[in-house]
Each structure stands twice: as structure tokens, then as C-alpha cells.
């Protein structure tokens, strides 16, 4: 089965930190994903990874950065967290257009 | 660009009766579609998907959906709910000659189930 593990399930951080959300996947996909959740907008794409220190902004990148420094690893930046950023953050993996898999996700309050 | 409505946020079902969840998308090409559902503090799990071979696409756990191009429209049913498939359901479009071949959602449909 393939596995997508996040680092954390509930995360309480201040206005101003920096933040990092840590994903790993045990499949060997070239192709990660960072998302955020939020009550009837679905699931949004904020960065995504095609390849080891590559990366592509989706649709709302603003206020967050991306590392892929190894292929099974993909980190999530705030740079300064703030209250708009409290969200659930689900991250995934995919080999080349097939399905993608999701972890848990990570609920993030950002008081 | 490509889209995802789901028409309804919320349904609400008895169990042993018929469950509809509507979609309709727009989408510059030939698009894949996949419907996701996530459970309570769980992850997404794909329920089915579409990628241009029959129209009529079975998933797991008796839910089945069906492609209608001239309607753009891929709603999933199942013939008679559970108590658990209460859950939140996603409608996702794929255009795969699109950078990242990247995924778009729908807003979500909450499914009660009651007894």
C-alpha cells in the first residue's frame, strides 16, 4: 500500500512564526502535492513537485515556499504564519498521471 | 481552464435508500475525472475514476458514476446508503495536458445518512 505520512495532525502556532509542515511518501512518485482545506472551497493547490528541486506554483502559493531536497520528501513553508493561514493542509503523491494519494493531513490554528 | 461544481454542499439520505451526489465540470480537453471521499479526520480516499474508456465507471463500495460529455456532468450514485458512507464526497477534473497534470476540486458534498 502506498503510504503519504505528515509530520504532524494538529499544529497551534502564533501570528509571525515560521512554520513547517514535513510529508513523506514511501512509493517512490516523482509528482508531491501541497493543498490546503477549507469548509466548501474543496481542496486548493498551493505548490506542487514534479522532480527533486523542482517545484511549480498552483493556484494560491502566496505567503508559502517549498523544499524537495530528496525525491520521498516535501516540505510546506510559512514564512510568517497568520491567522488566514489557519486551514487543513493535506499533502499528496502521484507517479506520473495516475491516481494520487493523500496523507492525513495536518489542521493548523494560527492564533 | 478547467472547473468543478458540485450542485448540492449537503444530502441527506436514509439508509437503504438511493444516494445521488451531482457534478458538472468544464474543461478545455479531454479531461479525467475522479470522485475522492474523506471520512472523519481521515484522508482522501479515490472512489473512482474516468479516463476516457467506459462511460459508466464502477468504484469501490458499491458506488458507481457515469460520464456524460454532451451534459459535462459525472455524478456519482450508489443504490442503497450506508451508515457508513456518511463522509464528505469530492468531484475532481484532471487535465492531462495541463503542467503538473494538476487536480481540480469541487467545493464538496457532506453526506448525513440517517437510520
Known amino acids: 500500500d502506498v503510504k503519504v505520512t505528515q509530520s504532524s495532525r494538529y499544529l497551534v502556532k502564533r501570528t509571525g512564526e515560521k512554520v513547517f509542515l514535513e510529508c513523506v511518501q514511501d512509493?517512490?512518485?516523482?509528482?508531491m502535492f501541497w493543498y490546503r482545506q477549507d469548509p466548501g472551497l474543496g481542496l486548493r493547490l498551493i505548490y506542487f513537485s514534479y522532480d527533486v528541486k523542482m517545484k511549480e506554483k498552483g493556484d494560491i502559493p502566496e505567503g508559502y515556499s517549498v523544499s524537495r531536497e530528496k525525491k520521498e520528501r516535501f516540505s510546506l513553508i510559512l514564512e510568517s504564519a497568520s491567522t488566514n493561514q489557519t486551514s487543513m493542509y493535506l499533502c499528496?503523491?502521484?507517479?506520473?498521471?495516475?491516481?494520487?494519494?493523500f496523507g492525513p493531513g495536518t489542521r493548523l490554528l494560527v492564533l | 481552464a478547467q472547473s468543478v461544481t458540485q450542485l448540492d454542499s449537503h444530502v441527506s439520505v436514509s439508509e437503504g435508500t438511493p444516494v445521488l451526489l451531482r457534478c458538472n465540470y468544464s474543461s478545455s480537453y479531454s479531461p479525467s475525472l475522479f470522485w475522492y471521499v474523506q471520512h472523519p479526520n481521515k484522508g482522501l480516499q479515490l472512489l473512482l475514476k474516468y479516463t476516457s474508456a467506459a462511460t459508466l465507471v464502477k468504484g469501490i463500495n458499491g458506488f458507481e458514476a457515469e460520464f456524460k460529455k454532451s451534459e459535462t456532468s459525472f455524478h456519482l450514485t450508489k443504490p442503497s446508503a450506508h451508515m457508513s458512507d456518511a463522509a464528505e464526497y469530492f468531484c475532481?477534473?484532471?487535465?492531462?495536458?495541463?503542467?503538473?497534470?494538476?487536480?481540480?476540486f469541487g467545493g464538496g458534498t457532506r453526506v448525513l445518512v440517517k437510520p
Open positions: 475532481v477534473v484532471s487535465d492531462r495536458r495541463a503542467a503538473g497534470n494538476k487536480l481540480t
Open positions: 512509493m517512490d512518485h516523482e509528482n
Open positions: 499528496a503523491s502521484r507517479l506520473g498521471v495516475e491516481t494520487q494519494y
